[in-house]
Each structure stands twice: as structure tokens, then as C-alpha cells.
């Protein structure tokens, strides 16, 4: 099992940067799949974006693609999600996942019931 950690979530002014990090423990962390995902109020979980366990591939939302940028850093046993060009649209409770699975396909890994551990996340809003 793995347990996860979010932070860096905070009020931030449109246009600035967000750095958000995901720390795991409790097992050995580059044998996860690791995504993010967000939930605006009212609104459904929505996938971001998703590192793979080994040679770090990436796949972005294409809501997201070209501002957010996903990267782990397995000796820290931490996952990071770069934002920049931040906008209110982004206001959200961001959430880290994780899942052992070596399965991908581009549906799947979209998916919130593909991952299996979840953190409890961390609130960015942005302010106008």
C-alpha cells in the first residue's frame, strides 16, 4: 500500500504559478502510476494528468496541456504538478492517485476507479 500526501495548494493571483507536490510512503514509489486530478465545487472529478511508473511518459488533459506539467522525482518519493498561466477556471481541490497497474490506454487512465490510492487534497483558488 501507499499513502498520499498532497500540498502547495493556496489563494494565488491569475497568471501566477503553482507549484503542487505529492509525497508517498509506506511502499516502494516508483512502482506507481501516479495522476492528478481536480474537483471544482459542484463539478466532477476531472482527470489532469498522469506520469507512468518508469521513463517518466506523461499525458495531459487537453484542458491543461501546455500549462501544467507533471514530473516525479523517485528518490524524493514525490510527484509534482507545475501550473503556470494560473486562472479562476482552475480553482479546485487538487487530488494525487496512484495504482500499481502496468495497464494504459489513454480512456483508462483518465479514469478515477483505474487508481487505487488517493490523498486527501489540496484547495488552490485563484483570485482575479
Known amino acids: 500500500q501507499v499513502q498520499l500526501v498532497e500540498s502547495g495548494g493556496g489563494l494565488v493571483q491569475a497568471g501566477g504559478s503553482l507549484r503542487l507536490s505529492c509525497r508517498a510512503s509506506g511502499s516502494t514509489f516508483n512502482n506507481y502510476r501516479v495522476a492528478w486530478f481536480r474537483q471544482a465545487p459542484g463539478k466532477e472529478r476531472e482527470f489532469v494528468a498522469t506520469i507512468s511508473r518508469v521513463g517518466g511518459n506523461t499525458y495531459y488533459a487537453d484542458s491543461v496541456k501546455g500549462r501544467f506539467t507533471i514530473s516525479r522525482d523517485d528518490a524524493e518519493n514525490t510527484v509534482y504538478l507545475r501550473i503556470d498561466s494560473l486562472n479562476p477556471e482552475d480553482t479546485a481541490v487538487y487530488y494525487c492517485?496512484?495504482?500499481?497497474?502496468?495497464?494504459?490506454?489513454?480512456?483508462?487512465?483518465?479514469?478515477?476507479?483505474?487508481?487505487?490510492?488517493w490523498g486527501q487534497g489540496t484547495q488552490v483558488t485563484i483570485s482575479s
Open positions: 492517485a496512484a495504482v500499481s497497474s502496468r495497464r494504459y490506454s489513454t480512456a483508462v487512465v483518465r479514469t478515477t476507479s483505474f487508481y487505487d490510492y
